[in-house]
C-alpha cells in the first residue's frame, strides 16, 4: 500500500510502501494451525473463513502491538478463550476495530494493516457457506449422518470459521 504524505516505518520519507506486517504475520499464524489440524483443504471456503477468524483473533489480540516478537505457544490460551463458543466473539472484533480505527484517526497515520482487517471482517461478515446445521437434533438418537446428508443452512462465513479456527488451536 503506496501513501503519500506519510514518513514509511523507518523514517526515510514521501511516497514509500508500508508493509502490513502486524496483519501478514497474524494471517500466517492462522494459516500454520489451520493447516497443522488438516480439518479441511487450504483451497476451501471454510479454510479461508477459519484463517480469517483466527488471524483476526490473533491481530485484535496484540493490544501492546507486539505481535512479530510473540511465541505462539504463550499465546494459545489467549486465543482459545476468545474463540470458545460462550463468547460474544463478533461483539469484541467490533469493539477492538472501532478502538484501533478511532487510534488511527487520532493520530492520522495510514493503517494498513486496519485495512486488511477491515477486509477480512466483511468478508466474513458479509460471506454465507452452505453448511450442515449443527444445531438439528438427530431424531430418536439415529446413527451419524454422512457428510452430504442431513440438513444443510446458510451460515455466515466467522460462524463457520470460528469453531474451526478453535479446533485447530486444540489439536495445535
Known amino acids: 500500500m503506496l501513501h503519500r504524505g506519510h514518513e514509511s516505518a523507518d523514517g526515510t520519507g514521501e511516497g514509500e510502501l508500508i508493509v502490513p506486517m502486524a496483519w501478514l504475520y497474524a494471517e500466517y499464524i492462522a494459516d ?42 504463550s499465546q494459545l490460551e489467549t486465543w482459545l478463550s476468545l474463540t470458545a463458543y460462550d463468547q460474544p466473539w463478533q461483539d469484541w472484533v467490533g469493539e477492538r476495530m472501532a478502538l484501533l480505527a478511532a487510534g488511527v484517526v487520532e493520530s492520522g497515520d495510514p493503517a494498513p494493516d486496519l485495512a486488511l482487517a477491515e477486509e477480512a471482517w466483511r468478508w466474513l461478515e458479509e460471506t454465507e457457506l452452505l453448511a450442515p446445521d449443527l444445531n438439528a437434533a438427530v431424531p430418536g438418537g439415529g446413527p451419524a449422518v454422512g457428510e452430504d446428508e442431513g ?7 466467522w460462524q463457520l470459521g470460528l469453531p474451526l479456527g478453535h479446533l485447530a488451536i486444540h489439536l495445535f
Open 32 to 73: 500454520e494451525l489451520l493447516r497443522t489440524g488438516d480439518l479441511m483443504p487450504p483451497t476451501s471456503f471454510e479454510f479461508r473463513a477459519g484463517r480469517d477468524a483466527l488471524a483476526l483473533t490473533i491481530f485484535l489480540s496484540d493490544a501492546d502491538g507486539e505481535l512479530s516478537n510473540i511465541r505462539v505457544v
Open 151 to 157: 440438513p444443510k443452512v446458510w451460515t455466515k462465513a
